[in-house]
């Protein structure tokens, strides 16, 4: 979900792949708020949002193919390129496993446990112990933070981009070839997993390499930027005629080709360049801090008492917190030539 987009020159990336992550972001934020919160439990509304959310979790992994794979080949080493991604990701993220734990520290004082918590989590293993004892009991959702499974799989990706980008210079035009397999056998690993009769298929089949179709589109926009800048319109306009139609029965496979014609489009497009880090990169702490937020208010009971101030309290606060990890976490950890220090009022 997070790139550097300057090149060692210095250049300024015109796009609005900010402004797409953000907006993702947003999308996973509100359909946790009505899930979690019970708002519309087991609705068609609820099932459209998942929809969205789905969907933006999708962009996601397709703009993090596109700028992370830019931002390794303007890597002066893989020991280099580590060095962005451990900055850009794991601070913030760091203290958003850390607050919690110690919150349930003083609420429980039990250490094993929290213990445990935090060691897993630490490392993105957030399935082996999920929960915080003292925290969020008899929710919807138990979970100290749903959303942060996707890290994982943006992790494992940092880990193998490197040695998928060696093997594509080592074999020249045919890495095309390799892309396509790639993108075909992680369509046929996300559907057909789930329809095996095996413990926990579903969740299998949306991690690594069922997503990889996704990086994998990432990876071309970036590669044929320059092609794909040119045809932006023309991109976004079939991207917008075919998302809908990767929900047909049978035809979810064309939905990474479909939504990064989108996403280009969107990108790419003549226009305001709508620089949505202008004062700070928060896409990622909205992604973050979002759900422990919506969870909180819910032991507060203020769901209960008055849902409307209880939703918009949480928009504020997640913009708080967000701003809050950017400006004293995230922004501290970046190098001074980071594409997110320099795009602050209009300093690129």
Do not use: C
């Amino acid at each position: 979900m997070s790139a550097n987009m300057i090149s060692r020159t210095g250049a300024k990336t015109n796009n609005r792949f900010d402004f797409l992550r953000l907006l993702f972001a947003s999308g996973v934020f509100v359909f946790h708020a009505v899930v979690l919160t019970n708002l519309w439990p087991g609705s068609a509304g609820e099932v459209h949002l998942a929809r969205l959310a789905e969907l933006s979790i999708q962009g996601f992994f397709i703009i993090s193919g596109a700028l992370v794979y830019g931002s390794f080949l303007n890597s002066k080493s893989v020991g280099d390129y580590a060095n962005k991604r451990v900055r850009r990701l794991y601070p913030a993220y760091a203290v958003i496993i850390l607050i919690p734990a110690v919150i349930s520290l003083i609420m429980t004082g039990q250490f094993s446990d929290i213990l445990r918590y935090t060691g897993a989590n630490l490392v993105f293993l957030n399935f082996l112990e999920p929960n915080l004892p003292g925290l969020f009991d008899g929710h919807r959702h138990s979970e100290v933070n749903g959303a942060l499974w996707t890290l994982k799989i943006e992790v494992m990706f940092y880990i193998v981009l490197p040695i998928l980008a060696w093997i594509m210079t080592k074999l020249g035009r045919l890495k095309w070839v390799l892309l396509a397999l790639i993108y075909v056998f992680a369509e046929l690993w996300r559907g057909l997993i789930p329809a095996l009769e095996v413990p926990y298929a579903a969740q299998i089949a949306r991690q690594l390499p069922g997503q990889m179709s996704f990086f994998a589109v990432g990876i071309l926009i970036w590669s044929f930027r320059d092609i794909v800048k040119r045809h932006a319109l023309l991109l976004g306009l079939l991207g917008v005629l075919l998302v809908p139609v990767s929900y047909l029965p049978n035809l979810d496979v064309i939905r990474p080709l479909a939504l990064g014609a989108l996403i280009t489009g969107i990108a790419y497009a003549p226009g305001v360049q709508l620089n949505a880090a202008r004062w700070g990169d928060i896409s990622y702490g909205v992604y973050i801090t979002h759900f422990p937020i919506i969870n909180g208010l819910i032991a507060l009971g203020l769901f209960t008492s008055n849902p409307a101030l209880g939703f918009a309290l949480t928009g504020i606060l997640v913009v708080v917190a967000s701003l809050f990890l950017w400006k004293f976490v995230e922004r501290s950890f970046l190098r001074k030539d980071s594409h997110y220090r320099r795009s602050e009022k209009g300093a690129v």
